[in-house]
């Protein structure tokens, strides 16, 4: 029984360390790895899974994947859309994409159930977790300078564009979201955070410098300004990093204005993210798009902010159902915003569970973790800060994204919830 016990063990945490793998390698092995991790958990550990006594939280996980099926009854009724003219719809085809979307989106609540109930029985090793997130994100980095200085990653993979440098992810431009995000967890690696306070805010710096150049050279703009925001945040509230912020800062701006300087491609790429963001800015108070649907359609995001008002304006209260952004014709397949995606698709409703979430979470965290009056975590887990600070990134309002109910997306946000939940709700005391 102990050998079984401890297979199981051996099995649960490989599966549930190759997450970062599996997402960098692609949706067929996401989608494997999280079956996997189902199935492993209920046949290992099935007597905890009916035992397993549910938060606040996870009802209300609970509640938004079964809210997602309230659009598809509406809309299958003939209560939701509107949508008569055949030129600029296609939400036929697209409600049945909708209803296969849906079902198939509940395997992240199977997964978020899964990691919940073995970090609750202390099964799963999250700190192991970390160590395989940051050397992942090494790994994409290296690949990223391999194709750089040789014309082609080490996997033969050449740029897809002179201007993105997208390493084993080919002519998918998402190196630097990929960076954005794990590379985080480096800066909490047992030798960093045991060292003494400027031996570890010397490496952090280090760590940080390298990766910004990753991200740089990736060529995603917007992975670049929440990659420093994260930083920034993060010696904001460390008390003991905090007098360095001042220094930090002058190092990551002199590295910046050395690579603006230095490098056209980057200095053409900042240019064209200011421009389009004053323009989308701009769109955002124009009452009527369609007026000036022409003038702005060629502007990157302008064209998704357009197709968001008026998809959200056919169901404002309920929406279309998943993935039935796309079924006005001529606009993308999401509108680049968690949360316009989420009013468009989900309604008012689904946005008002998804808010509720976000801000009892950020309470949890925020008011009874960190001293607002010190500007400090206030006894706060080292552990809990890097999945505080991809969950606040990934709930930035102010930001680009991909869709939120896109495979990558998706399975990492659950995975990120399901931890961030256990971690903040292990010790019951008045703090948690």
């Not at 056919?314 to 796309?326: L, T, V």
Request: hydrophobic share 50%.
């Amino acid at each position: 029984m102990k050998d079984i016990d401890k297979h199981s063990l051996i099995i649960v945490n490989t599966l549930f360390l190759m997450f970062p793998l599996s997402i960098m390698l692609g949706n067929l092995l996401i989608n494997l790895n999280i079956v996997l991790l189902f199935v492993c958990t209920f046949i290992f550990y099935n007597k905890e899974i009916i035992n397993f006594k549910t938060n606040l939280f996870d009802k209300i996980i609970l509640f938004f994947f079964f809210y997602t099926l309230i659009p598809l009854i509406i809309n299958f009724y003939g209560l939701g859309w509107n949508c008569t003219d055949s030129n600029e719809c296609n939400f036929e085809g697209t409600f049945k994409n909708s209803i296969i979307k849906t079902f198939f989106f509940f395997r992240y609540f199977l997964l978020y159930l899964a990691l919940r109930v073995l970090i609750n029985q202390k099964i799963l090793k999250v700190d192991w977790f970390c160590i395989a997130c940051s050397i992942c994100a090494a790994f994409v980095c290296f690949d990223i300078f391999f194709q750089v200085i040789f014309g082609k990653d080490i996997f033969g993979i050449v740029p897809y564009h002179d201007r993105h440098y997208s390493a084993l992810f080919g002519d998918e431009l998402i190196a630097g979201g990929y960076l954005q995000r794990f590379a985080l967890f480096s800066f909490f690696l047992p030798f960093v955070v045991n060292k003494k306070t400027h031996h570890k805010i010397f490496i952090q710096l280090i760590v940080f410098i390298v990766f910004l150049f990753g991200i740089i050279l990736s060529g995603n703009r917007m992975p670049l300004i929440l990659f420093i925001f994260s930083y920034l945040i993060l010696l904001f509230l460390d008390k003991e990093l905090r007098k360095y912020i001042f220094t930090a800062f002058i190092v990551v701006s002199l590295v910046l204005i050395f690579i603006r300087g230095t490098n056209i491609n980057f200095r053409y790429a900042m240019g064209s993210f200011y421009n389009h963001g004053t323009h989308l800015v701009h769109t955002l108070f124009i009452k009527d798009l369609t007026k000036e649907k022409i003038e702005v359609w060629d502007r990157p995001y302008v064209t998704e902010f357009y197709c968001f008002k008026h998809t959200w304006a056919k169901n404002p209260i309920f929406g279309g159902g998943i993935k039935s952004f796309r079924s006005i014709r001529g606009c993308n397949s999401h509108p680049h915003n968690y949360y316009f995606e989420i009013l468009s698709e989900l309604g008012l409703f689904g946005f008002i569970i998804i808010l509720t979430f976000v801000f009892l979470i950020l309470y949890k965290l925020c008011v009874k973790r960190i001293d607002f009056f010190r500007l400090s975590f206030k006894k706060m887990d080292i552990s809990v800060v890097p999945f505080f600070l991809i969950f606040f990134i990934e709930f930035f309002p102010l930001r680009t994204s991909g869709s939120f109910f896109s495979t990558g997306n998706a399975s990492l946000i659950f995975v990120v919830l399901a931890i961030l939940v256990s971690l903040i709700s292990k010790k019951k005391d008045s703090n948690y």
